[in-house]
């Protein structure tokens, strides 16, 4: 079992002991240690190896043992002891949006709803009725929030098919025969989440790779097995699973077979008609003309054939690409994101100190980052009072004055309250080098509501972006309704960033939302939101949205020198 693994246990022993009715104190112990475990950079294995479980904060001896007892059996007695009185399928409630564990309790107990489906049953029978804090309007939530779960369902979140596609390239890439892997479907392209992972390969004996995959570790079903395709189920999380689609394509026409796997469907769909007018026709092997291969090789091969540039794959949606001329000049690049404004140390939330994040940020070739942790009204993550942020921005001032090689600014992450105002006074904020703000709660209020809220954030000349405007969490939380065009309006007016927030929960503003705020002016910044070091690394989710959107590097404020930031910065302020 990996850390991953024991930190779900616990998450899920806590949800089960709150379901159950157990006080809060026992219930945050177990959440406690699935934050230390899912935290440590350490093997817990290795950990439990040299009898060091015990040292770890806030596990005692009976956490320990339990721990161990999961390492070496894979079970735990608790665990099921537990799932006898609360069902696994009560879990499933918790993924409504909407559904807390205290009305997943109350439904549980009260009306004997132990599943999704007892749950529907009891909303279209009115088995809700009068239960305490289930009034119409959170029952009309909660059929809101099953319905955008069951759309969800089965979709996997960019970064996770990200990860998984990068081990699974170098094991390929170690196979016998192999030459070449890369990624294709919607990963490439960089949609939020994806359905199933596609990869290609070059090899010399198709058949004997397909037959290594089908055998990998946590492969737990064979779709299909043949000489040139391979499909199967991987199991990446206990109880989590993503189908991966394998095929071997020659190298003579591998072009043809990228081009083909990387689709959209859409968008191959107008590109075959292309060729079709042209008495040609187009599929996995290649561009033909009766016998006559035209192109094969390469996928910039077969769009030049068709008087078309080779389209970034995160464009290839048929939302329009077909109509441009050129391919826009300075699509946005990993390469051009010269340091990142959005990131949390353990002063609030975060789980890494100031010097951490320098010390990731230059491996990373970055030439500033912002600390921004929260503000004091965000209380569930530790924001920061009036106080707190002075003695923070001392700090970084005194980091920066030791670092070289990098500029590290002071920032912060201010609420948007209620009314609009922001969670610290503006003569605060004067002290700082760059300001986000951004909503943490009241969402549900309705558009006209969030929108007054954002837009007079905009106003306020201290605030230089606004963090993940939309709020949503994919697969977990809606996005706010607000007026987009008006917020992106006022932020073009004002000279104010919209974020795109790179977390793979996150990518919000989204792509559509991204291309609008250029198209209206607005400037816009890619952000991790880091809240540990391995987090800057997700910038790269933020740029894949970023292209899809259509902005160019001159769009994004993190593409700028420092000194241009600061200048766009002072030119807000009065
Ligand atoms: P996903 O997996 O739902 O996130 O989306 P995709 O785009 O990865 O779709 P997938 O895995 O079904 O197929 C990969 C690509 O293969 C797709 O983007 C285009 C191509 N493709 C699959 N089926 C068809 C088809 O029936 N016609 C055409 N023209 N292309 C197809
Ligand atoms: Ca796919
Ligand atoms: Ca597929
Ligand atoms: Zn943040």
Redesign the pocket.
Known sequence: MTNADIARVFEEIADLLEIKGADAFRVNSYRRVARTVGDLATDINEIAARGELGTLPGVGKATAAKIAELLTTGQLRMRQELAEEVPQAVLQLLEIPGLGPKKVALLFHDRHIASLADLKKALDTGGLEGLRGFGTKSVAQIRQGIAFLERSAGRTRLGVGWAIMQNLRNTLLGMEGVTRVEHA??LRRGCET?????LLCIAADGQRVVREFTRLPGVTQVLAAGHTKGSVLIEYQTGRTIQIDLRVAPRESFGAAWQYFTGSKEHNVRLRERAIKRGWSLNEYGLTAGERVIASQTEEEIYAALDLPCFPPELREDRGEFDLAEIPPNLLALEHIRGDLHMHTESSDGRCTIADLVTAAKKLGYQYICITDHSQSSTIANGLTPVRLKKLIADVRAVAAKTTGIAVLAGTEVDILADGKLDYSDKLLAELDFVIASIHSGMGKGSEENTRRTLAAIRNPYVNAIGHPTGRLIGRRKAMDLDIEAICKEAARTGTALEINASDWRLDLKDQHARLARELGAPLTVNTDAHDIDQLDEMIFGVLTARRAGLRKADVLNTWTAQRIGKFVQAKRP
């Not at 994806?194 to 596609?198: F, H, R, S, T």
């Open positions: 479907g919607s994806i359905g199933d992972l596609d």
